[in-house]
């Protein structure tokens, strides 16, 4: 049997308005709203970040910034100041790998590390833990959260549930009940549609995580093909996805940051075509062989994502790879309605 895993998960606390309260301690105590500009309220786009004194007036990141001018308009309105916070964030998680080793980073203020080696058991974790937390909030004056758990999801609910400021280790042997009473949207993969699905098979509203375990695996399966087997597992507190740092896969690809934020699909495509045809070109030039494909996706508030399809290793030409590709690629589009910024092909090469 595989040995048990360590995960850690650090989010940095409301960080573009945490950082924007750091430059201008007046905005202290003040709700802050960065974002969009909300033109009183006739601005498009959406609330990036908002501190938590903006939360008590019901403003939530995502929410379109019209309707947190509704909300609130004396809060303080901000503009994204993108290249300051990525400065920040490189030395933030500078102090993390120091720490930790290499970790995925999932976002300009969110990261993964497998630290089982490093730590060795819950206790010494959760010391690494703290003493990022410390070094983080003495360099640069912000606070973060820190997860611990079995699995990256594990310890991405602990970090939630410790939110701000705060620390949370759940131990392997405590995940199953840890989540028992929260609600079934906590899994992620499972959103409202999803719920609905299940509450209609169950004839129970308000679903929590223990009764949807009520379903049975073949269930789900029939219910969400692929997908339910995951749910399956997720629901027990289960997840297997591995934290995939830079160093551990050897890849070769290519990105493009569009000039402006986007959710044109013909010119996304386009691009990307033209990306999995530029990278295909160096794998056919050197004769690598290949094993899987991986599409980034990075949105406009910079959340960054991959997904990624393997398949037997052999030599593939960008027919393949694009085939192999593209259905990722759409996902993101329809899975979320944030302009795009930088779309990335790469392909895994066989060691
Ligand atoms: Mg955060």
Avoid at 251 to 264: I, L, N, P, S
Wanted: hydrophobic share 35%.
């Amino acid at each position: 049997m595989k040995k048990k895993r360590i995960i850690l998960h650090i989010d940095m606390d409301y960080f573009f308005a945490q950082v924007e309260e750091r430059e201008n301690p007046h905005f202290r105590g003040k709700p802050v709203v960065v974002g969009a500009d909300p033109k009183e309220g006739k601005g498009r786009g959406v609330v990036s970040t908002c501190n938590y004194e903006a939360r008590k007036y019901g403003i939530r990141s995502g929410m379109p910034i019209s309707r947190a001018y509704k909300l609130f308009p004396e809060a303080v309105f901000l503009p994204v100041n993108m290249h300051f916070y990525e400065k920040v964030s490189v030395s933030i998680f500078d102090i993390v790998r120091k720490n930790v080793g290499e970790v995925e980073l999932v976002s300009l203020d969110e990261a993964y590390a497998d630290i089982t080696k490093k730590a060795g058991s819950y206790k010494k974790a959760e010391e690494i833990g703290e003493r990022i937390r410390k070094m983080v909030f003495r360099k640069e004056k912000l606070t973060c959260t820190v997860g611990i758990g079995e699995n990256k999801m594990m310890a991405k609910i602990a970090c939630e549930e410790a939110k701000p400021n705060g620390i949370k280790t759940v131990k392997s042997t405590e995940s199953l009940k840890f989540i028992e009473k929260m609600k079934v949207e906590k899994i992620p993969g499972i959103g409202p549609k999803t719920r609905e699905v299940m509450e209609k098979h169950l004839g129970k509203k308000n679903l929590k995580i223990k009764d949807a375990r009520k379903i049975k695996k073949e269930k789900l399966v029939d219910l969400f093909g692929k997908r339910g087997g995951d749910f399956y597992n997720k629901l027990r507190g289960v997840d297997k996805s591995s934290v995939e740092t830079e160093r551990d896969v050897k890849t070769v690809g290519k990105e493009h940051t569009f000039q402006e934020d986007t959710r044109d699909p013909q010119k996304i495509t386009k691009t990307f075509k033209g990306l999995v045809f530029s990278v295909s070109k160096k794998v056919e030039r050197e004769s690598l062989s290949t094993k899987g494909v991986v599409v980034v996706c990075r949105f406009e508030d910079f959340e960054t994502h991959t997904r990624q399809t393997s398949f037997p290793k052999g030599d593939y030409d960008s027919d393949f790879f694009y085939k192999k590709s593209v259905p990722l690629l759409l996902r993101f589009l329809t899975e979320s309605n944030k302009k795009i910024r930088l779309v990335g092909f790469r392909v895994i090469t066989g060691s």
